[in-house]
């Protein structure tokens, strides 16, 4: 909402008062003022000319030779390029040694002919041209014949009226008129408002008879009048220069009448030419179906019941409150109007708009709610303005019906009444508070209010439709104290202590470890493109196909909610590659969102998943030798470790994993109890490629926190420590090649007996010293007694034991 | 023999220097070695030369054996100076560093600001990110069509399914599952989506902290209270704040957080539009609509709600200039985030 600084002070006193005081107090008092710069800067010197002679340049075509009356003992001769410049016009010169936005002017000869001054314009003045009439963006800027030559451009036009642009917040829409704004500065300056409601007047004689049916209940009220005799032209320039200044962009007569009182008053309007009101009838009614209306916009609209219509006996005439038709629009022809000024119901005016996709000022107003207290004011007022400047003489009696404007008398702010309490505020607010403080607030607001056993019962008027409740009236107050009055105190209450969950915990445990372990945390979108599901080879019944789509997405490549992390950091790789960053270790703890069915019943699970994704040297570089490609083992060693201080210990099992986007022969599934707890492998190298990336080595891998979450050890208790020492032996056992080492080592431990501690592998050979289809697996067995020092003898049995399990389960056989 | 002893002690002292230390001390001082035999001569001696030669001779031997001591501490530390050059490496070259390893600047933001609010007693709370429309809007005092809800477009899964468009949802459900208990102290960080096109300072996708505080006798005034000490813990001992009077569904009164620029300190400059305060927050008291849905009585218990966004903080903090850098995840800009320590 933009204003300007002389237009409001015709509502408000603002003697001694500074636009940048007011803008700052404004802000202060929750209406943020964004902008605050004059129409146009930097221009001096710049007059109302006559000119009296355009003449033919000698020796230029395009060139006319101009004499100007500025109002001094002489005329002077300048040079003009314009097109449109012509005899007897009066318009903007700037003299020798002017200021304009663009530079200073000086005297000039052009072709042979010396030029004193230059004639401007719009765009030269630093006028808005975009909202301009076309005529007058292109040459010259003609001012009206009446403009008084030889006065200053800046005064004439208004160029230094400060213009202030409103950052309102929606419950404020009281201020998308001047009127509330001129309220709003009364009340931090505890002045008056000073604003003439003009009264609804009644012809001697009805000469075009009009009448009016609200036919239903989603128009409040209805008012109309017909104005006649009018001539379709320009409007003053007062008025263009004002609403050019708050970004509207002038017409003619009619439409800038009612565009100039919606700004004053809040309350849109709207002309329709009487010609086209069959029978001088207007019904307000729900459109029917299959009804369809051209817009002023040249676009057929096909209308649905849940809109309502201004119509004729025979046809709409216009969506009220979004857009009027084509057929009653206001043309050169027209010779008269019925003006409009009505109350629609906000819901269905913004359902319509957003149906439509029409949005306007009037759309906007009517949306969030008009004052009834404005609706016959601005009637009035647009009456009058078009008896004044557009030739028009009142042609019948107002007409009003609804049932909103029956308990309004004109002029007359309907009211609701609201308590509140000065120790609730107090209690509320944090500092003390009277009820003579909140009767001055009351006063400064211009509502009325009694005190009544200690509630100030406040009667507030319909201009301020966001005062509901006492909480309310409670903002009201500490607004106009202030907010730099609330002091800064503690809470007082039981003492707390602030934590984190159990999940937000490891979640950080688990960062740090990664972080630790020199991996880079990143943060990605929870959107991806359905087309990830090719790319990352998903077959059709792959239950992360089961994306939930976005009903409106902004677009393709974000419009599903994805079901696994890898694309995304896919995606961050693909991009750092591209920059030539080939050494990466990302992770991120995301979110991933799984359905339990689509079309979504009811909301997803929502999976936080800790993933990785790791490609190039295992080292950063160094001078020491060479570093070499990163692998499976590498990045297991990372989850491993991950695990443990997490307090997993060697609960999680490795199995061969059939997920379509990792490797065939290095990707595991990774379980503890039976329960999956995540993935880990080397991504598919066409996954890669489908992500534009050419790489053989490229790992991921992904934990679920919340199957980790029941898992994690949060207690410990010491274990005393062994007294005596231990005793180790190594194994090397020849096996098939294909045999997972895990199940070797499942059958060696629980074959070992009481005395095994641990045991590790060492070593796996394949190679000439055993079969083709052979591995040697070294391993290093532990043993221990907490009650003596083992003897050879001790080791015997276990020894021949793990042995016997190893061969009789897998065919092992001892490596000498 | 006394003689022969002096002269023996002054020729293996001469010759120490340039024999083999090994064979000069089995040469003099062996058991078959010069000494020795001198002093197998001393069974001819008479008893009353005995002792005095005897004690001569352990006096040369003692020299002797000073003079081996010292000489072969000599070659030894002149050995270890010779390995040592022969070991001598570049020290200046680098060491193996591994890869460092870095926080993402919106999570280090969030981190601060979860641990300031554990300071002050705070719980941290989640929510889903996948909301129902009642808990998102209606339960904030947002009912269908209400047009402030223009402010937050938002991204629909169905006609009650959406992805929220704020944290504040966390309230509702926080309110419902926990009254009537008192008193409410959390803070929420989390993910929130609105439809917005992405540019400079817009993202589809961003992140949210949210507090709130409902109990007895809580005052605006608290609220000041907090989001002073909040933005000292932030941005400095010295940091200044104001309140403005602003307007948010769930809050009345509500206020609008500036701080004084952290650039200017208030002399204005392009950052914070010449004004010299940034806006960093909403916050205000909790609407008694938003208690009731919760269950709360609000005659008689009141409470506040805190919102900020985390990476208008975070660009803040860091001058980032464009929102979409956070979540471009360039790894030259995220590495410069693994040398910051707080
Ligand atoms: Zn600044």
């Known amino acids: 909402m933009k204003i300007t600084w002389n237009w409001l002070s015709q509502y408000v006193d603002l003697q001694g008062l500074t636009p940048k005081q007011v803008a700052e107090d404004l802000t202060n008092a929750g209406i943020p003022v964004e902008y605050l710069a004059p129409v146009a800067t930097g221009i001096e010197n710049v007059v109302v000319g006559h000119v009296k002679s355009a003449d033919q340049h000698p020796n230029a075509d395009r060139l006319r030779v101009c004499t100007v009356a500025v109002g001094a003992a002489a005329d002077l001769t300048i040079v003009c390029g314009a097109a449109n410049v012509a005899a007897g016009q009066r318009v903007p010169v700037a003299l020798v040694g002017a200021r304009l936005p663009q530079g200073p002017i000086g005297k000039s000869t052009l072709r042979g002919v010396a030029s004193e001054g230059m004639i401007c314009s719009a765009s030269e003045l630093g006028l808005d041209v975009r909202l301009l009439p076309r005529d007058q963006t292109t040459g010259i800027f003609v001012l009206p014949a009446d403009a008084p030559v030889g006065e200053s451009i800046v005064e004439y036009l208004e160029l230094s009226d400060m213009v202030m642009e409103l950052e309102l917040t929606p419950n404020r829409s009281d201020c998308l008129s001047l009127r509330g704004v001129a309220y709003e500065v009364a009340a931090l300056y505890s002045r008056k408002v000073s604003m003439q409601a003009p009264e609804l007047r009644t012809p001697p004689q009805e000469k075009l008879p009009l009448t009016v049916e609200v036919a239903t209940d989603r128009c409040m009220a209805y008012s109309a009048q017909v104005v006649s005799g009018l001539s379709l032209r320009p409007s003053p320039l007062w008025m263009q220069t004002r609403l050019l200044a708050v970004g509207v962009r002038p017409i003619n007569n009619i439409v800038d009448i009612t565009n100039y009182v919606m700004f004053e008053w809040g309350q849109p309007l709207h002309a329709f030419d009487y010609d086209a009101i069959a029978g001088g009838r207007i019904i307000v009614r729900d459109a029917q179906r299959e009804e369809a209306l051209m817009t002023l916009d040249g676009q057929a609209r096909a209308l649905e019941p849940a809109m309502t219509v201004i119509a004729d006996p025979e046809k709409a005439l216009g969506l009220a409150g979004v857009m009027g038709g084509e057929s009653s629009e206001v043309t050169a022809n027209t010779r008269a109007v019925v003006i409009e000024s009505a109350l629609f119901d906000p819901l269905q005016t913004r359902r319509t708009g957003k149906r439509l996709q029409l949005r306007s000022e009037a759309g906007t107003r009517f949306e969030k709610g008009i004052d009834p207290a404005a609706t016959l004011p601005a009637l009035a007022r647009a009456v009058e303005l078009l008896c004044a400047y557009g030739g028009g003489a009142i042609a019948s009696g107002p007409r009003l019906a609804g049932a909103a404007l029956a308990d309004v008398e004109p002029g007359q702010d309907a009211v609701r009444q609201v308590g509140v309490r000065a120790a609730r505020a107090a209690a509320v607010l944090g500092f003390a508070v009277d009820a003579g403080q909140i009767l001055s607030v009351c006063e400064r607001l211009q509502f009325a209010a009694r005190e009544e056993n200690g509630t100030v019962l406040v009667d507030v008027p319909s201009r301020r439709p966001d005062i509901r409740i006492e909480e309310d009236l409670i903002e009201e107050i500490a607004r106009l104290v202030g907010y730099d009055h609330i002091p800064a105190t503690m809470i007082v209450g039981p003492l707390t202590g602030g934590e984190l969950s159990r999940a937000q915990y490891l979640t950080r445990l688990a960062t740090d470890h990664l972080i630790a372990l020199g991996m880079q945390q990143v943060v990605t979108y929870s959107f991806v493109s359905p087309t990830v599901a090719e790319r990352m080879r998903l077959q059709p019944d792959d239950e992360l196909l089961r994306m939930i789509p976005l009903l409106h997405p902004l677009s393709e490549e974000r419009s599903v909610l994805r079901t696994t992390m890898l694309p995304s950091l896919l995606e961050v790789a693909e991009y750092n590659v591209n920059r030539r960053r080939v050494d990466l270790r990302l992770f991120e703890i995301g979110t991933v969102y799984l359905p339990e069915s689509l079309p979504l019943q009811k909301q997803p699970t929502e999976r936080r998943v800790i993933a990785g994704l790791l490609i190039g040297q295992v080292q950063a570089p160094s001078p020491h030798g060479e570093s070499r490609t990163i692998d499976f083992f590498d990045v297991k060693g990372m989850v491993e470790s991950l695990l443990l201080r997490m307090g997993l210990e060697d609960k999680a099992q490795y199995t061969r994993s059939q997920a379509p986007f990792l490797h065939g022969g290095q990707a595991a599934d990774i379980e503890t109890a039976g329960s999956a707890i995540g993935l880990i492998g080397k991504i598919h190298r066409d996954v890669c490629a489908n992500f534009g990336m050419d790489l053989t080595d490229a790992f991921y891998f992904e934990l679920s926190l919340e199957a980790l979450l029941p898992l994690v050890r949060d207690r410990l208790r010491v274990e005393d420590l062994p007294r005596y020492p231990g005793v180790s032996r190594d194994l090397a056992l020849v096996v098939s090649r294909t045999l997972p080492v895990a199940e070797l080592l499942s059958s060696v431990r629980s074959a070992a007996g009481l005395f095994l501690e641990d045991v590790r592998v060492f070593d796996v050979y394949t190679g000439e010293h055993v079969g083709d289809a052979e591995k040697s697996v070294a391993l290093r067995l532990s043993f221990r007694s907490r009650e003596r020092t083992l003897a050879d003898d001790d080791l015997q049995e276990p020894m021949a034991a793990i042995l016997r399990a190893a061969k009789s389960a897998y065919g092992a056989v001892l490596r000498e | ?342």
Not at chain 2, 31 to 38: D, F, I, N, R
Not at chain 2, 189 to 208: K, L, N
């Open chain 2, 1 to 342: 023999m006394k003689d022969k002893l002096l002269a023996l002690r002054d020729e293996a002292l001469s010759r120490l220097e340039h024999s083999d230390l090994e064979a000069w001390r089995v040469e003099y001082l062996g058991k078959k070695g010069e000494l020795a035999t001198v002093l197998r001569g001393m069974a001819t001696l008479s008893a009353e030369e005995r002792p005095v030669v005897g004690q001569y001779a352990n006096q040369v031997r003692a020299v002797l054996e000073e003079a081996f001591a010292a000489r072969k501490a000599e070659l030894d530390s002149h050995q270890a100076t010779l390995r040592e050059q022969a070991e001598t490496i570049d020290v200046t070259l680098a060491g193996r560093i591994s890869y460092l390893g870095a926080e993402h600047p919106l999570r280090k933001v969030i981190r601060r600001i979860e641990d300031i609010f554990v300071g002050f007693g705070f719980t941290v709370e989640d929510g889903p990110e996948v909301e129902l429309d009642r808990y998102n809007f209606e339960a904030l005092n947002l009912p269908k069509d209400h047009p402030a809800r223009d402010m937050q477009d938002t991204f629909y899964l169905t006609d009650e399914i959406l992805l929220r468009t704020h944290t504040s949802p966390v309230q509702a459900r926080t309110l419902e599952r926990r009254c009537p208990e008192t008193p409410i102290r959390i803070v929420v960080p989390g993910r929130v989506y609105r439809r917005d096109d992405d540019d400079a300072t817009h993202s589809h996708a961003f992140m949210q902290i949210e507090a709130l505080v409902v109990d007895h006798g809580i005052r605006m005034s608290d609220l000041k209270g907090i989001l002073v000490q909040f933005a000292r813990e932030l941005f400095g001992a010295d940091q200044e704040i104001r309140l403005r009077p602003s307007f948010f569904p769930f809050t009345e009164p509500s206020a609008e957080m500036d701080i004084r620029c952290i650039y200017c300190h208030g002399d204005g400059c392009s950052t914070c539009k010449q004004t010299g305060w940034i806006e960093i927050l909403g916050c205000g008291m909790v609407h008694p609509h938003v208690l009731e849905a919760g269950g709360y009585d609000a005659g008689s218990l009141t409470g506040f709600a805190i919102g900020m966004g985390v990476e208008r903080i975070a660009m803040l903090s860091y001058q980032v200039e464009d929102i979409r850098q956070f979540y471009l995840n360039d790894v030259r800009l995220l590495e410069q985030f693994a040398t910051l320590t707080r």
